[in-house]
C-alpha cells in the first residue's frame, strides 16, 4: 500500500536548464533539484515517503546521475517526513533545524494521530516516515559547487526560525521553500514565525537577480511574486495592532 502511487508517476517541471520543479499534490509540498553535471542536488523532497522515492526515481533516471545532497529548507512535517527515501545523500538544514525537529510535535504519539486524523490514506504511509537528521548545517551561508556554478544555500528566517533558502545565480532561480507560497496567503502559524525577519528576508531577495521562484507551495513563478508576499505582510504588519 506505501509504495502505491494512484495514476501517473511524478512529472518534472523544466524551470531554467539546470533547474527542475516537482509540482504535485501527492508530495504534499513542492520538490525541486539543480542538475549538475556528475550529480543532482535536491531542494526539498515532499512529505510522503512513496512519493518523494518516485521525486529520486524520476530525477535519477532522467538525468542519470546521483542525488548526492537534499537541502531540506525547514523543519515542517511536510518537508521533513519524506527524507526517509534519501537517508543515504548529504542531508543540508539551516544550524536552527536540528532543535526544531526534535521539538517538533509531529513525531510524537499525539502527532502522528492527528495525521491519520487529517489525511485519509495516513496509515498507508505514517508507518514509513523516519526522523532523519542533517549532517551538514548551514551558518549563514554554504555553496554547492559543480564545475563553475555554485548552488548558495542561506540561512532565511521568517516563515520559521529555521528556514533556509536556495540560489542559483547562474540561472538566475530561488527556492524559495514556504517564504513563498505562490497566489496564496502565506502560513505564519509557527511559534518561531518572525514577521520582521520574513520581511528583511523577502527585502534582501529583492535585490538578486531573479528570474524564476519555486515556492514551498504553488506554482513556479518569478520575481513579481517575491514583491506580492512582501507587500501583503507589510501591510499586514501596517495594519495589526
Known amino acids: 500500500m506505501a509504495e502505491r502511487l494512484p495514476h501517473d508517476g511524478i512529472v518534472l517541471q523544466q524551470v531554467s536548464p539546470c533547474t527542475v520543479a516537482a509540482i504535485d499534490p501527492r508530495l504534499g509540498s513542492n520538490a525541486a533539484a539543480v542538475i549538475f553535471d556528475d550529480f543532482i542536488v535536491a531542494v526539498d523532497v515532499g512529505m510522503r515517503p512513496?512519493?518523494?522515492r518516485e521525486f529520486r526515481r524520476v530525477l535519477e533516471g532522467s538525468y542519470q546521475r546521483p542525488v548526492r545532497f537534499v537541502c531540506v529548507t525547514h523543519y515542517h512535517a511536510d518537508h521533513a517526513f519524506g527524507l526517509g527515501p534519501f537517508k543515504d545523500c548529504a542531508i543540508i538544514g539551516s544550524a536552527d533545524i536540528v532543535p526544531a525537529l526534535a521539538k517538533s510535535p509531529d513525531w510524537?504519539?499525539?502527532?502522528?494521530k492527528r495525521w491519520r486524523a487529517t489525511d485519509?490514506?495516513?496509515?498507508a504511509w505514517l508507518d514509513e516516515v523516519e526522523r532523519v537528521w542533517p549532517s551538514l548545517l548551514v551558518h549563514g551561508r554554504?555553496?554547492?559547487?559543480g564545475g563553475e556554478q555554485p548552488l548558495e544555500l542561506r540561512a532565511s528566517p521568517g516563515h520559521t526560525q529555521c528556514s533556509l533558502c536556495g540560489y542559483f545565480p547562474a540561472e538566475k532561480?530561488?527556492?524559495a521553500g514556504d517564504l513563498v507560497f505562490a497566489g496564496q496567503?502565506?502560513?505564519a502559524g509557527d511559534d518561531t514565525a518572525d514577521p520582521e525577519q520574513w520581511i528583511s528576508t523577502l527585502k534582501s531577495w529583492v535585490e538578486l537577480e531573479v528570474a524564476h521562484v519555486i515556492p514551498g507551495h504553488g506554482p513556479v513563478s518569478d520575481a513579481t511574486e517575491i514583491a506580492r508576499q512582501l507587500e501583503f505582510l507589510e501591510a499586514l504588519r501596517a495594519n495589526t495592532l
Request: aromatic share 14%.
Open 50 to 52: 512513496f512519493a518523494s
Open 108 to 112: 510524537t504519539l499525539e502527532g502522528q
Open 120 to 123: 485519509p490514506e495516513g496509515g
Open 142 to 145: 554554504l555553496d554547492i559547487v
Open 173 to 175: 532561480v530561488l527556492f
Open 185 to 187: 496567503v502565506p502560513f
